[in-house]
């Protein structure tokens, strides 16, 4: 199958900075890339759809200015997640599906933990 | 809006025995289909999905699902477990067939094979 990338792995940071998670697609070009977010034991919850050359969408409750999201090319998608606080610690999960050609499963990537002291 | 309940939090199971993990699914269009597993600190692993035709399919590692739209379930079994499969099991659905419709996971179910 196709392999997602994510980087980095894990990241330890301070309450009030800002850390940039990178979400890369190997072998093939994505338009669409998911973030999702997994508390400990618990499910993935969508964060927001990102999109290939314009905004990302947002699902309820996720505060766009604080999870920023660029698409800036078909292999490359980026959460930046600002201004950090103890209560963003969790577990991020990127997922992405080859546009059209018959591809219709998301392959994810590995996640990275994050965790803000 | 399209939701899928796991309704095991644990699943217990013998090596070499049977499994079953089970998921049932609501969805106002047509299904589509997930399995996946996933392993401590690591993404999720693709196993198997459901988009049209048989009811049964088969995935990786020797896992298939019986797609079962009476009941509207989705059950995820394999015919002799190994300890090696012991990990985490989520069930997906999503409301259209492109693969950039996002995904609704089910809370998932623990799958613990005893030696």
């Known amino acids: 199958g196709a392999v997602v990338s994510q980087h980095p792995s894990w990241v330890i940071c301070k309450s009030g900075t800002s850390v940039k998670i990178e979400c890369r697609s190997l072998d093939f070009q994505a338009t669409t890339m998911f973030w999702y977010r997994q508390f400990p034991k618990q499910s993935l919850m969508l964060m927001a759809t990102s999109n290939e050359g314009s905004k990302a969408t947002y699902e309820q409750g996720v505060e766009k200015d604080k999870f920023l999201i660029n698409h800036a090319s078909l292999t490359l998608s980026t959460l930046t997640v600002t201004s950090a606080h103890p209560e963003d610690s969790s577990f991020y999960i990127c997922?992405?599906?080859?546009?059209?050609?018959?591809?219709?499963?998301?392959?994810f990537g590995p996640g990275t933990r994050l965790t803000v002291l | 809006a399209q939701s899928v309940a796991q309704p095991e939090d644990q699943v217990n199971v013998a090596e070499g025995n049977p499994l079953t993990v089970k998921c049932t699914y609501s969805v106002s269009g047509n299904p589509y289909l997930f399995w996946y597993v996933q392993y401590p600190n690591r993404g999720l692993q693709f196993l198997l999905k459901y988009i049209t035709g048989d009811n049964l399919v088969k995935g990786s590692y020797g896992f298939e699902a019986e797609f079962n739209k009476s009941q509207t379930s989705f059950h995820l079994k394999k015919p002799s477990a190994l300890v090696s499969d012991s990990a985490l099991y989520f069930c997906?659905?999503?409301?259209?067939?492109?693969?950039?419709?996002?995904?609704?996971f089910g809370k998932g179910t623990r799958l613990s094979v005893i030696a």
């Open positions: 997906a659905v999503r409301d259209g067939v492109s693969g950039n419709t996002p995904l609704v």
């Open positions: 997922s992405a599906a080859s546009p059209g050609g018959g591809t219709d499963t998301q392959y």
